[in-house]
């Protein structure tokens, strides 16, 4: 009785209320939602692309190290050591540049939208350019040995450099070596290069710590 006392009071005060047009659609819009995005990332493809563009730069510095290993010009430092380094180098910087706009196209053809093509580029170079240097110093100080080495920097990158799986779900061993594995750096330079939301100066900076150590690999 209650109840249907109470209902009955309520419905007549509902029925007395002569709502304005800003009053209904108040009500049937009581917020406003704004969405905004800081970067594109559409779908698990364009935020695993890369992890896999550089994984796929170091294999191919790796069977670059593999068919021309460093030691194959041995006798040839009795030379003018300038000249060799100077040819050696321009080799890998062709090798390092094909990789990438071999890559790149193949990505970019099957789907990949990025948002800087240049920095993709870029970066993916850098990458590139420090892997092959990095297995070719392997295999100069090691000989064939190093691509073992080589190998095994391969298997820690890819556990350890953040690419497939953020670092506070990984074990304490791959997040203590993620700061000197240069995969970390390659795969957040390209992050902000595929999606952007990072900002040029982050990119810049992981860059330049892989142009760092590769001025002291080469």
């Known amino acids: 009785s209650k109840l249907s006392t109470k209902l009955s009071e309520g419905a007549q005060k509902v029925s007395e209320v002569k709502p304005s047009q800003q009053n209904i659609e108040m009500f049937a819009e009581p917020t406003n939602v704004s969405h905004s995005t800081v970067s ?21 510095a790796l069977l670059f190290g593999l068919c021309f290993p460093a030691r194959r010009n041995l006798h040839k430092y009795n030379e003018n050591i300038w000249k060799v380094f100077l040819k050696e180098f321009c080799l890998y910087a062709a090798i390092s540049l ?11 053809s099957t789907g990949l939208k990025v948002e800087n093509l240049f920095a993709v580029l870029f970066v993916s170079f850098v990458f590139s350019l420090f892997s092959v240097g990095l297995c070719q ?8 040995i190093g691509l073992l080495a080589g190998l ?36 957040n330079g390209l992050r902000n290069a595929i999606t952007g939301g990072l ?18 690999l080469y």
């Open 98 to 108: 094909s990789m990438v706009l071999v890559q790149s196209f193949v990505l970019i």
């Open 152 to 187: 095994i920097v391969l298997v820690m990158q890819i556990g350890g450099s953040g690419g497939m799986f953020p670092m506070p779900v990984i074990n304490g061993f791959f997040n203590a070596i993620n700061p000197l594995l240069p995969m970390t750096y390659a795969i």
């Open 199 to 216: 900002g040029d100066a982050f990119m810049y900076s992981n860059i330049s710590v892989l142009v760092c150590v590769g001025f002291i």
């Open 137 to 144: 110093c392997l295999t100069l100080i090691f000989g064939r």
């Open 40 to 60: 594109k990332v559409p779908n698990y493809g364009h935020a695993l692309a890369p992890f896999v563009m550089s994984t796929g730069l170091f294999m191919g």
